[in-house]
């Protein structure tokens, strides 16, 4: 086992889950954080002797830090962590609407805050943000998604510069046709999407998994916003 640690704020599915496997095989340990501590554990449990799970509700950034004191050394820092969220400007909810944008834009400037005393300050740290393709191509619904992951465009930059020489990138996927929210649509839906990718499918989580992992180690990249969707923009 290496003696990397990294942590994966919602870890416990979809791209997060993926990636903590990932990071397992390569001979990291993993901390990954789920709002539930027993669910939590049990994810953790089953990747191996090398995770372990920590409680974290990021829509609660007061919370952030009193939540992460366990942690030890951290070398990479990966900010997954989501909830689904449909709102539009026409039918438009103000609680759904700051409830999203904290725990995006707050919650992961936070986590890093938080965090910071334990990320060491070299260029093998790494720290990546997931936005999304949304931010340019949005869905219906996708109103406060669209614009918090346009937020994580802004937020990367300053991050990198402040925090160098540690690293801070960021992952936009396009539509995750196999992640479990998208997976889960009714027949139909998918097809619209992949009809407008070039090559006819939508990009898969272990291609953003891979991407990840070279946002997180490659010492040359930092203050990138990486996109992973098969070239959907172009169609
Ligand atoms: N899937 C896609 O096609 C796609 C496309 C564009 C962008 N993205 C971005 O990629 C990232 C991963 O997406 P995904 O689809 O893999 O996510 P997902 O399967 O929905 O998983 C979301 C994760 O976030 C955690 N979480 C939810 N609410 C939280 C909160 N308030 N505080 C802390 N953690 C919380 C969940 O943990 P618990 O439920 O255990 O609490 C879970 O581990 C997200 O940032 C998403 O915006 C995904």
Not at 74 to 102: C, F, K, M, P, W
Not at 124 to 145: E, N
Request: charged fraction near 20%; glycine fraction near 12%.
């Amino acid at each position: 086992m290496s003696e990397r640690t990294i942590v994966v704020v919602g870890g416990t599915s979809g791209i997060g889950l993926e990636l903590a496997k990932d990071c397992i095989a390569r001979g990291d340990r993993v901390v990954i954080t789920g709002r539930d501590q027993g669910r939590t554990d049990e994810i953790a449990a089953s990747l191996g002797a090398g995770a372990s799970g920590v409680a974290l509700d990021i829509s609660e950034p007061e919370s952030i830090a009193g939540q992460l004191t366990s942690i030890g050394q951290v070398h990479g820092l990966v900010l997954a962590a989501i909830e689904r969220d449909q709102n539009t400007v026409r039918d438009y909810s103000v609680e759904r609407a700051i409830r999203l944008v904290t725990l995006k834009l707050v919650g992961y400037t936070e986590t890093v805050h938080a965090l910071l005393d334990r990320l060491e300050p070299t260029v093998d740290t790494g720290i990546v943000l997931f936005g999304g393709r949304a931010k340019d191509l949005p869905y219906p619904g996708s109103t406060t998604v669209s614009t918090i992951n346009g937020g994580v465009s802004g937020l990367v930059n300053t991050l990198a510069l402040e925090l160098a020489p540690i690293r801070v990138n960021a992952l936009h996927p396009g539509i995750i046709g196999d992640s479990p929210f998208w997976a889960s649509k009714p027949a139909g839906v998918l097809e619209q999407y992949e009809s407008r990718t070039p090559g006819g499918k939508l990009a898969t989580m272990a291609d953003v998994v891979d991407a990840t992992q070279f946002l997180l180690r490659n010492r040359g990249v930092s203050a990138v916003n990486l996109y992973v969707d098969r070239g959907w923009a172009i169609t």
